[in-house]
């Protein structure tokens, strides 16, 4: 089974439908999807809708996804964070039946996958919705490679970093699939991850940037937020 794994979307609709075509042309069997699909980007809505009917095998919910639900899960406190949090809200409270979807994952930021030995988490371990694992960050990969052999964990797909990397020690491998819709490794280019048998291929898809900075200059978010898609940062 050929699966795509997509993370932090960020209601980036332009990269999801590139990254979609090539999932199309990598011929993609199903899907798991490592949270945070809205914020930052303007078209939360459209983005939930294309997500929910993809009906991913294993999706779970990112902190910009749960804190629009949850109380104890605090919203970005940047200044550009704070406004798009305020923009994603407000059409969440407009139209709530629309994201239903992200409501009901909420609660779930991690998951194991039954009989594999896989956990996909979208922030780490020890802190499901906002922990963020740097890769070269020796210390911090020794302790999440020893949590996950007391755990028994094989394999460990994360996200949130928005930074594409695959570690490995003592057969034991933790994988980041970059992030489809704001990525931060300086490629501007939506990523994700085709996995199949164990397999880890990263894939880079040009996309419509224009058109995702139009969306964000047109919502009256923050000039941040589009200026960075043509840095990849």
Known sequence: MRVAVLSDIHANIQ???????????QLIDTFWLLGDYVDYGAAAQPVVKIL?????QYVISGNHDACLYLSDVKPSATPHGKL???????RVESNPDAFLWLKNIAKTPMLTIPGTGIVLVHGTLDDPYWGKFSFDNEKQADNIFKDMEM?????????????????????????NPGSVGQPRNGISDAQYVVFEDGNIKFRRVPYDIEGAAADIRAAHLPDYLWERLFLGA
Not at 15 to 25: F, G, K, P, Q, S
Request: aromatic share 8%.
């Open 151 to 175: 755990l028994g964990i094989d394999m460990l797909f994360l996200g949130h970093s928005h930074v594409s990397f695959k570690l490995t020690k003592a057969n034991r491998v933790i994988i």
């Open 15 to 25: 990269a999801l439908e590139a990254v979609l075509r090539d999932c199309e042309d």
């Open 84 to 90: 798009s949090y305020i923009y994603t809200k407000q």
């Open 52 to 56: 929910e009917a993809l009906n991913a």
